[in-house]
Each structure stands twice: as C-alpha cells, then as structure tokens.
C-alpha cells in the first residue's frame, strides 16, 4: 500500500487516504461518505437495494437501545470503545432515569440495566478464559479497533474496514478475529447466521483490507461468537473456502453497484421494472391442495 497514513495523522477533507489508521475515531470512520465499508457493500445488494444504503448514509439514525448489550461486551472484551455506566434502576420509565440515560447517550457511553452490567462482565471473563480465545485477545498481542483505507484497483473506489483486533507482526500466519455477540453459538446456528447477516463477505472484505495493508498475503479471518444468555458459550469459526468465493463474488458485485451509482448519482430501489411474481412455495402447495 503507498501513502500509508500513520497514527494521528489528519484526513483530506476529500476523504481518508490510503494506509492504516490505529487511532481513527470511531465516529470519524463511520463518517466517511466517500468511501464502502463492508456492512455497506451488504447493504447494496438483495434483499436490500442501492436506494436503502444512500437513505441510510444520508439519514444517520441515533445509538439504539438494542445494541447497547453487544457495544459494551466488545468495549470489555477489545478494551478500547465507550464508556460503560450503570445505571441503578430496574426500570427506566421516570424522568429522572430518562434523563440520567440521556445524558449518557449525548455523552457518547453506553447506559446499561444493573443485570446488563453485570451479564456483560460475566460475558467478558468467559472469554477470558476461553483456551483459544483468550489468546486471539490477548492484552498486549495487538492493538484493537484499526481502520484501513484502500483503493479498489478495478474501479479506482475506496474501501474501509476496522478491524475489531489487529495481532502485532509475528512470525507464521497472521489470524485477525472479529468478536460477534449472537443469540446461538451451536455450529449450525452459525452457519444460519453466516448467510442472514453475510459474515462470509465481511471475511473476505477483511482479508482484501490486510493485504492492501501489507499486513499478510493469506491473512486468516476467525469469528469469535458468543452467546449473550449465560453461560455465554464461545465458539470460534472460519468459514471454509466455498463460502468465502460467495462472498468475493457479492462483494465485487456490491463494488460494481456503488462505483456505478456514484458515477451516475441515480442509486435505484428494488426494481425499476414491474415485477413477476409467485406466490411463495409453501403458500402455493398449501392452496393447490385445498383448491385446486
């Protein structure tokens, strides 16, 4: 990668420059217009549609209580992100609570129940003492929350990614884990997971970000999944070589529709077309069989 941009370094005020980017606030990565992220390429493609993804970018929407478990357990688990406040009450229906978590939120820290608290932190000792993610995490073998900035060479795009965990240079391959909370850690739960929420593309748009960044030419890519009912059950996967063409495959496509519309300025929903459809399989037996 040329014109790597080291720690500290100020953005263009066209955009981010290629090189890595150690301590980029978060908020600073996820503002950037003119580049794609890997949830981003995501969004661009079926079921979604370019028309979704610009509405998002443009109509930013604010912390949502739903994501508050999974934001404090990878501030617990990685060590670096907002703050954690508990706050000291069950229910959060008066004005005194209502404002007391307000006023975290514009602070930027993540308001957690006491039993939220208290499950977060079980969460991140069970990771701790995980035999092997314990040592993906381990404090000291890395440095979390890098973001990288690179040119797509077919389209002259750029990309981003952060990665949850970059290891230290070492000898021997070099595995970056990404930390999931999920509702399953059973194998097959995964599997389901992978495909609804394309983890198999983010594998391999994080493994394009090493390589551009000189960091390794087969960087490996392991999702550290926990469950968030206790006893917080981890299990560390990979997804193997089929899944990972899949998700080269999307991505490129993804890519392709971002340069396209962003030439264009005309980002289309669904279908510009009318649309044929069926009825769906099981509705279609189900009243062949009464009706027919």
């Known amino acids: 990668m040329t014109d790597t941009v ?21 908020s600073t990565y996820h503002a950037d217009r003119n580049s794609l992220s890997s949830s981003g390429a995501r969004k661009l493609l079926p079921p979604s549609c370019p028309a979704l993804f610009r509405h998002e970018q443009d109509n930013p929407q604010p912390a949502e209580k739903t994501f508050d478990l999974g934001n404090a357990a990878h501030k617990l688990v990685l060590g670096e992100g907002p703050d954690l406040v508990r706050i000291d009450a069950d229910e959060w229906r008066s004005a005194a609570v209502k404002a007391e978590v307000a006023d975290v939120r514009t602070a930027g820290g993540v ?22 993610a314990s040592v993906l995490f381990a404090p000291e073998s890395g440095r979390p929350e890098v973001s990288v900035f690179w040119e797509d060479e077919p389209t002259g795009i750029t990309r981003r990614a952060r990665f949850d965990w970059l290891p230290n240079p070492r000898a021997g391959r070099l595995i970056i884990p990404d930390y999931k909370t999920c509702r399953s850690a059973e194998p097959s739960a995964l599997a389901r997971a992978v495909d609804e929420y394309g ?39 990979e997804v193997d070589a089929t899944a990972r063409r899949i998700g080269a495959a999307k991505n490129r496509r993804a890519i392709e529709t971002y340069a396209r519309c962003t030439e264009t300025g005309y980002w289309p929903g669904y279908s510009d077309d009318i649309t044929y459809l069926s009825l769906p399989v099981w509705a279609e037996r189900r009243d062949e069989e009464e009706y027919l």
């Open 111 to 132: 308001p957690l129940k006491p039993a939220e608290y208290d499950q977060v932190q079980a969460m991140a000792d069970v990771i701790r003492r995980h035999p092997v």
């Open 199 to 237: 983890y198999h593309c983010q594998d391999d748009w994080y493994r394009a970000a090493a390589r551009a960044a000189d960091l390794g030419e087969d960087p490996a890519f392991v999702f550290v999944c926990q469950e968030k009912t206790a006893p917080y059950l981890v299990t560390v996967i």
């Open 6 to 26: 080291l720690a500290g370094a100020s953005a263009p005020a066209a955009g981010l420059a290629p090189g890595l980017y150690p301590d980029l606030p978060i």
